[in-house]
């Protein structure tokens, strides 16, 4: 069974930067799509960004359009989100999914498998 650990949270001021890392194992992780949702308190889960399984297509939610970056590694088993420019509103448990496709969705019904997210804390 896929598993996917998050890694990078913490907390940060608003302006600052943090990168998410999401560590997959298996040896097919090439040919799945990965994804970025997150979660805030007494809010419902929303999309963040995601990517297909050759890096050359990726899709963002309008919120944080210019300011994540998803990027993977796929020798390495590994997606990222670096997070520039953060915003309170930005303050979540984030959570990386996999997708045993090689395309994208925002559906995150769509994904086969999550991780148990990292606490991405801004302050203002």
């Known amino acids: 069974q896929v598993q996917l650990v998050e890694s990078g949270g913490g907390l940060v001021q608003a302006g600052g930067s943090l990168r998410l890392s999401c560590a997959a194992s298996?040896?097919?992780?090439?040919?799945?799509?990965m994804g970025w949702f997150r979660q805030a308190p007494g809010k419902e889960r929303e999309f963040v960004a995601a990517i297909n399984w050759s890096s050359s297509s990726t899709r963002y939610a309008d919120s944080v359009k210019g300011r994540f970056t998803i990027s993977r590694d796929n020798a390495k088993n590994t997606v990222y989100l670096q997070m520039n420019s953060l915003k309170p509103e930005d303050t979540a448990i984030y959570s990386c999914a996999l997708r045993r496709g090689p395309f994208w969705t925002v559906d995150f019904q769509r994904y086969d498998y999550w991780g148990q997210g990292t606490q991405v804390t801004v302050s203002s």
């Open positions: 298996g040896r097919t992780f090439s040919s799945y799509a």
